[in-house]
């Protein structure tokens, strides 16, 4: 057991323990996010919120159907308008009206009970029944031969006369453009697609933009201003039969036609169900039954039917491919697939939580034996400069001499036996207990806490490897201390020391940016060691900078690899600059007397790039920032 004496210092403990936890804990908590469809009570799920019969609809009140206007809205209209008559004819004296509607604006319009029935595309109709918000009674049918389609996709294409784009992997820095991000065919199957090749949209595309419209999509890439899109299933084909254009123009990328040889229209996914005709939640029954019944006697000559290019209508179809579409694109209703809440998290994983809350105390513990042993250290240090006074004012240099060197013996002794003692002792019982928790003999761990608990191992391991590298210094001072020779990647080392202090920067609001050369090769070193100098001058950076952006660059000269670390901290004054890589010394800016470090830092890196045949150097100015450059010479091939 460990006992921690009572000092000022608790408070800081305490801090320290508290950030702990949230940053530990905080990744379980579900992720509650505007979603688009916000959560309902029981009742509203269970019943509709209105019971209006058939017989008491004002046949003076049109009944409005709201569709998404993927064509825009006068083509919807002309489109979709038919069908209201159809309906107004058939269920007469009723009338029904079509009301266009943006993607976004579907949700809201079906919220807002501003529609009693909407046609729309499966996700969005997934998305509103998942909430109880809509009931399908019917699902859209498109010519097939010989019997008609129910099914559709996204198509991906290109001008045909764009050679240089045949794959879907030559799309990597091109611009594209999509119909919407709540569009199944013009967007959402083709991101399944893109992501099953390995294609991130995001980070891959020179651009992405939306048009909303899946005619301004077909434009847009044929007249050149995008060198690809995609639109759903049967879009194009549409467009040649209007004459608005030549098919010949296209080139279909990622072609599925294969995989699916009764499907007669261009397609580069998987097949989904056809668009959904649904009573929004509290329309009446009898209603929906009278409409369902209409729609499914439309015969494929009926006007309504060749309005929308379309062969009628049949029963609702299987959305079972479409919520799993949903759920690996994690969009709604699926935006929380896969996350647990706090307490489902508790109730099966207690034991190791308190496990974890056991070893953060501990590493607690540890940060107050560091505190003291610095302290330890400064009045070591506060004695040796007064005994360097005393020893100045005497005459016998030979005595001076003896003194002088039973002065710095007892210093290394009593740092060495300090260090030791109290901080690699309890540190190796940190890093022994997380070992245990990882090897699952507290109780079984799930993938984040094994990746929480891992930072945590990392961590102290390499806390242990600074102190070890501190109590190295007499070794670095008197050239006892070996470096290893061996091939080391630098943009891998660095990428880990910049992962292991993210969260020291971003916990002062601070963006740390990488501009590493990918040609950036080997070195022959030291790899600890060259991250233990990544470190130092990271950790510097992020210790005097209180806002802004920290810089990583690489670069390659003919014989030399240069690693730059560039801060927009406070600076250094030019006149301190001397003393900066001077073990023990802390230059005095202002604020920097605020900072904790004992001096030891950029001394031991200087010393560090030596012994790798490099060099170091340093350009700041005052509430500028700093600009540290390390040199090492480059690794030549055998």
Request: one cysteine or more; charged letters at 20%.
């Amino acid at each position: 057991m460990f006992i921690i004496q009572k000092n000022k210092n608790h408070t800081v403990i305490i801090f320290i323990l508290f950030f702990l936890c949230c940053f530990l804990f905080g990744p379980i908590h579900a992720d509650i996010s505007d979603s688009l469809i916000p959560s309902l009570d029981e009742n509203t799920k269970k019943q509709p919120d209105s019971n209006v019969s058939v017989g008491e609809l004002n046949p003076n009140s049109p009944i409005r159907i709201g569709v998404i206007a993927n064509r825009g809205e006068e083509i919807a209209l002309q489109e979709w308008g038919p069908t209201a008559e159809y309906l107004s004819k058939i269920l007469a004296p009723l009338k029904f009206i079509i009301v266009p509607y943006g993607y976004n604006e579907t949700i809201t319009a079906v919220k807002k009970k501003e529609v009693s029935f909407i046609s729309s595309n499966p996700s969005i109709c997934t998305n509103l029944e998942y909430y109880g918000l809509v009931q399908r009674i019917a699902s859209l049918q498109v010519p097939g031969d010989p019997n008609p389609e129910s099914l559709f996709g996204g198509v991906i294409f290109t001008r045909s006369d764009r050679s240089d784009i045949n794959t879907l992997s030559d799309l990597k820095g091109k611009r594209f453009i999509a119909v919407d991000p709540e569009s199944l065919g013009g967007w959402q199957a083709v991101l399944g697609e893109f992501l099953s090749v390995g294609i991130y949209p995001d980070k891959d595309f020179a651009s992405l933009n939306f048009t909303g419209v899946q005619d301004a999509v077909v434009y847009a890439v044929i007249t050149g201003q995008e060198d690809a899109g995609s639109v759903r299933s049967t879009q194009l084909e549409r467009m040649n039969k209007e004459g608005l254009i030549n098919l010949k123009e296209i080139k279909v990328l990622h072609n599925q036609n294969e995989r699916n040889p009764g499907y007669l229209y261009l397609l580069s996914t998987s097949l989904y169900p056809e668009w959904s005709f649904a009573s929004v939640s509290g329309v009446d029954q009898e209603l929906s039954k009278k409409v369902a019944v209409a729609l499914l006697m439309m015969k494929s000559d009926d006007p309504a039917t060749l309005a929308m290019n379309g062969a009628g209508w049949t029963v609702p179809q299987d959305h079972t491919t479409v919520h799993n579409l949903l759920r690996r694109l994690n969009l709604p209703p699926y935006e929380n697939y896969g996350k647990p809440t706090v307490q489902e998290v508790f109730n099966q994983y207690w034991q190791t939580i308190f496990g974890i809350i056991a070893g953060i105390i501990m590493l607690s513990i540890l940060l107050s034996y560091t505190w003291k042993t610095k302290n330890n250290l400064n009045r070591a240090l506060k004695q040796v400069r007064e005994d360097e006074i005393t020893l100045r004012n005497s005459h016998d240099e030979l005595e001076i001499a003896k003194n002088k060197a039973e002065i710095s013996d007892r210093l290394k002794s009593a740092f060495l036996a300090t260090m030791s003692h109290e901080l690699r002792t309890p540190l190796n019982s940190i890093i022994g207990f997380v070992g245990i928790l990882l090897m699952d003999l507290a109780g079984p761990l799930n993938t984040e806490q094994k990746k929480q608990l891992g930072m945590v191992q990392h961590s102290a391991e390499h806390l242990l490897a600074l102190i070890n590298d501190v109590l190295d210094i007499s070794k670095i001072e008197s050239g006892e201390l070996k470096i290893a020779n061996e091939p080391v990647e630098i943009i891998p080392s660095v990428k880990s020391v910049v992962t292991a202090l993210q969260p020291l920067a971003s916990k002062k609001g601070i963006t740390i940016e990488m501009n590493l050369d990918p040609q950036t090769g080997m070195v022959s070193g030291d790899k600890r060691r060259i991250e233990q100098i990544v470190m130092n001058l990271l950790s510097n950076a992020i210790k005097f900078t209180d806002m802004g952006t920290i810089t990583l660059n690489t670069q390659v000269t003919s014989d030399e690899v240069v690693l730059s670390v560039r801060d927009t901290g406070i600076g250094i004054r030019e006149e301190d600059l001397n003393i900066l890589f001077q073990p023990f010394r802390q230059v005095d800016s202002g604020t920097t007397r605020k900072q904790e470090g004992t001096g030891l830092g950029l001394s031991i890196c200087k010393k560090l790039v030596g012994l790798h045949g490099g060099r170091i150097t340093v350009e700041s100015k005052i509430g500028e920032g700093s600009s540290f450059m390390v040199f090492l010479p480059i690794m030549i091939p055998r």
